[in-house]
């Protein structure tokens, strides 16, 4: 989808303290081989601060920083994967009367690691359609935790971190122009994160933590892997290809490259060899500290861009996400001004 008229007026982080991978494999949390295969070097870990909570303080340092009011938001979307907080409860409606406190719709967004840009789609055919004429905020938030989540095993080859990004989208300017947008899914795949289990009565029925690598290795099992990754890699063509060509530039125009925050050997099975993409045009040593995010690392990468300001006026921006499910976003983004809040000035 090419993208008129629609705007970046803001992004915002919320990082708790980090926990060095080190300290974490002395300490026995961290399995040796997870450390030395994916390159992290530490991850961002919340004590105490739910992700609701995070979300909330980034939604507020966002509004600020774009000088939205309470008035100028029409929608509010939240992405995010796991507990929020809180039993049967809406978190967007927390962050929007933490926030905000006015009457929009405000919305989960449940799409697992593709939820940001997810979001990000359906917030601009919201605005575009006319139900909004100036703002949307879109926060992303998750507390990866005991007892449920095992952050160094759930997804063996991923380090899971905590944290909460904010981003306001606008159809009245803003420091970035959205030039394009595509969204795939295949749901061939979405025994991947299911496996043979049957149906549970409520949630953790089978294991505790949640173990991703047993329906992994179900599924394997069943269609082979060759199967799993031919199809993966077909729906992350599908998007960036789309969305480079609505945007009417090729891959090695853009400056920047927001992958998801995978660690060095996905990354390089998945991006950087299929895709010839340069590690030196990418967030990878942003994404090395904190850990994956969840829904948030394509938020978290484009923040961390501007506000160092790494990302200068001109630059364009590819951000790129894949979510259990199975379904791929890919964005581009054009960097037109620093804002105040950015770095370098």
Known sequence: MRVENTYLRGTAVRLPRTLAVADAVAAGECPPGTAAQTGAVSVAVSPDESAAEM?????????????????????????????????????ASYIQRAALGNSCPALEIRQMSNGGLAALDLATAYLAAGHGSRDALLTTADRFCAPGIDRWRTDPGTPYADGATALVLSRRGGFARLLSLALHADPELEPLHRGDEPFTDAPFGHRMPVDFDAAKRTFVQRHG?????????????????????????????????????????????????????????????????????????????????????????????????????????????EITDRPDWAGAR
């Open 55 to 91: 979300a909330a303080a980034a939604a507020r340092t966002v509004l600020e920083r774009a000088g939205s009011t309470a008035g100028d938001v029409d929608l509010v979307l939240h992405a995010d994967t796991y507990h929020q907080g809180q039993d049967l409860w809406p978190v």
């Open 225 to 333: 892997l060759s199967y799993a990754i031919t199809r993966a890699h077909a729906g992350q063509q599908t998007v960036i290809k789309q969305a480079l060509a609505d945007a009417e530039i090729e891959l090695d125009e853009a400056r920047w490259i927001v992958l998801p925050h995978f660690g060095r050997r996905r990354l390089t099975s998945i991006y950087y060899t299929p895709f010839g993409i340069d590690p030196e045009r990418t967030t990878w040593e942003f994404s090395r500290t904190v850990g994956h995010l969840g829904a948030g690392d394509q938020f978290a990468g484009l923040d961390h861009l501007v506000t160092t300001g790494r990302a200068a006026p001109g630059d364009r921006c590819v951000l790129v996400s894949v979510g259990a499910g199975y379904s791929w976003g890919c964005a581009v983004v």
